[in-house]
């Protein structure tokens, strides 16, 4: 969902569908034919659009409109201008003018599906997807895209008939078979998704997406045979790219659970330096945004404000570092009889997003500085309008909502902003175990080295601290280790913090059956075990660059260090 939107090719014209691989190319190229561009204009602007002129296309297209106003294509054209040029919210309403112009421009309507979908709008992105299907109700890809609204929107149900649907209807499509795997998976079907991966792999025998999904299930075990297929695989030269980054962390991950550890951190390794380098990420930049944050959000900063925001008690937050135990926290407050569930949404990071991109330049200032010159009133309304946008997620009527992102950690000032009376729960887990496990998963664009994983858990205790100091008492932390030590006594201290009586069925977390999309689906739907506790002491003889980039963060686990008090 986070993925850039690319922009679609135009095509005025196809003279055959020949060659088309699949179901879903297919439906793709159909979708770029059925509108011609009926103006020799438009032709003349789209051909500039082909020669990667997207600056002079934009100037064509603005004065065209200023005489024809209504054209639908020329509107649609200036739409795929914007989302060329990455100005995906000016490209919002053009899509939008141009699909009640035109209602029947698919092409248009879906662009449109779609950046409603990228933009967190979901209900109203599922209203534009069902007047496709209404009239093209077997298009795989409008099937697809609904399937993917329907996982963001926590439509577990809906979600496994429609991934059922498109591996039946599309038996030779691979990719079908691995989404209809992940929605198995998700729903604690384990075998039958271990059989829609193996399905998979049968379609396509390279598939290194299927061999890691196998991989990813933490439970599942590779043979002998397997692992062999994968190395040779991995070895080929005629290996995609992406095929061989997934099979190097399956490879890990095999290797792991037989023990033989020098081998597996030579896959992961490898893995990881093949990924990191195609991530554009400058570590200074989240330093940068540390400091900015400590230079905002100070105790007079919030006092100044203590009237603003809005005050619901409902939402609880649940964040910290990835692989630090969040996804058993959220298991465990699931399963109380007051308490929903709604999974990693990304309502908060839309807001970030909408203040960065609009408001601040709007002020001539930045993020998070334009929280500073926001009214109060316009606090409120953030915090209104988050939980509003929550709301297509809730479906148990229940008191109080888990939002489970991670990395809202690093959104923290706002969320004490807009949502004073919010409850706050960060959970902690070693930081050579969290940095590793990290490493280990083949997260794509978040990858990062051994020593940018160790700066970033720093810079993660150094911002959190910081809140624990001006807002004392506002954060509950829970220590993963004390956790799996005394599950008891650690969820009986969270219900306290939350304001709730303690229930047995918190004891049983793994016994509450709900939908679980991340990597620990299988751990929290056991009991709690200690395996993973000291696992990472597997690999300490490979991590002293993160030992040394973790500095005194790794030494006084799990106290905050002095000197980032």
């Known amino acids: 969902m ?70 639908a294509d020329a509107l649609w054209l200036l739409a795929h201008v914007m989302m060329r040029l990455g100005r995906l919210r000016e490209a919002v309403p053009l899509l939008e003018r141009c699909a009640e112009l035109a209602p029947d421009f698919a092409l248009a309507r879906f662009n449109y599906a779609k950046l409603l979908f990228h933009f967190c709008q979901f209900p109203a992105a599922l209203s534009e997807l069902e007047q496709l299907l209404g009239s093209d109700h077997h298009n795989p890809i409008f099937l697809e895209l609904k399937a993917d609204l329907l996982d963001a929107m926590g439509n577990a149900e809906e979600l496994l008939a429609i991934r059922q649907r498109l591996a039946s209807e599309h038996p030779d499509h691979p990719e079908s078979w691995i989404g209809y795997g992940h929605a198995l998976r998700a729903s604690g ?20 997406e299927a061999y890691w999904s196998l ?22 030269p005629n290996t995609s790219s992406d095929d061989r980054i997934n099979l190097l962390f399956a490879l890990g991950r095999a290797h ?27 570590p200074d930049t989240t330093t940068e945004r540390v400091a900015a944050d400590k230079a905002l959000f100070t105790r007079d900063f919030f006092q100044s404000r203590r009237d603003a925001g809005c005050k619901a008690r409902n939402p609880i ?35 970030v997003k909408r203040l960065e991109e609009v408001d601040a330049p709007a002020r001539g200032t930045d993020y998070p500085r334009i929280l500073g010159e ?30 489970k992102n991670p990395v809202n950690y690093f959104q923290l000032g706002m969320i004490l902003l807009i949502l004073p009376s919010a409850k706050i729960i960060d959970a902690r887990r070693h930081p050579a175990a969290s940095c590793l496990s990290i490493f280990k998963q083949n997260f794509r664009g978040t990858n990062r080295r051994l020593v940018e994983l160790g700066r970033v858990y720093r810079e993660y205790v150094e ?17 993963y280790e004390d956790m799996v030590r005394d599950p008891e006594a650690e969820i009986r201290k969270i219900l306290d913090y939350l304001g709730l009586p303690f229930e047995d069925g918190c ?59």
């Open 463 to 479: 911002l959190v601290a910081h809140f624990d100091r001006v807002l004392p008492g506002r954060i509950h932390r829970v220590i």
């Open 256 to 282: 792991e659970l037989l023990g033989i550890y020098q081998r597996s951190w030579e896959h992961y390794a490898r893995g990881n330096a093949a990924l990191r380098i195609h991530i554009p990420r400058d």
């Open 215 to 236: 991989a990813n299930l933490k439970t599942f075990r590779f043979t002998d045979g397997d692992i062999a297929t994968m190395e040779g695989l991995s070895k080929n």
């Open 507 to 565: 004891l049983r977390f793994y016994e509450t059956e709900r939908s679980v999309r991340t990597p620990s689906s299988e751990q929290v739907r056991r009991p709690i075990s200690r395996e993973a506790v000291d696992h990472w002491r597997n690999y300490e003889s490979w991590l002293e660059p993160l030992f040394e980039s973790l500095g005194s963060v790794f030494t006084s686990y799990p106290d905050v260090p002095e000197d980032l008090r």
């Open 374 to 403: 926001l009214e109060p009133s316009a606090l409120t309304a953030l915090g209104e309008e988050y939980l509003e946008n929550t709301r297509v997620h809730r479906k148990l009527g229940r008191p109080y909502f888990i939002d």
């Open 189 to 208: 079907f384990q075998d039958k998704s271990v059989a829609a991966y193996r399905k998979a792999i049968e379609c396509r025998p390279s598939s290194g």
């Open 2 to 71: 986070n993925e850039r939107i690319q922009p679609p090719t135009y095509r005025a014209d196809i003279s055959g569908e020949a060659g088309v691989a699949d179901a879903f190319a297919l439906a793709a190229a159909r979708l770029r034919g059925t509108r011609r561009l009926g103006s020799a204009r438009l032709r003349q602007i789209a051909s500039d659009l082909r020669a990667n002129v997207p600056e002079r296309a934009e100037q064509d297209l603005r004065e065209y409109l200023a005489e024809h106003p209504e054209d």
């Open 317 to 351: 937050f649940v964040l910290g570092r990835l692989r630090s135990g969040s996804t058993l926290v959220e298991q465990i407050l699931s399963s109380h009889s007051a308490i929903e569930a709604i999974g990693e949404v990304t309502h908060i990071r839309a807001l």
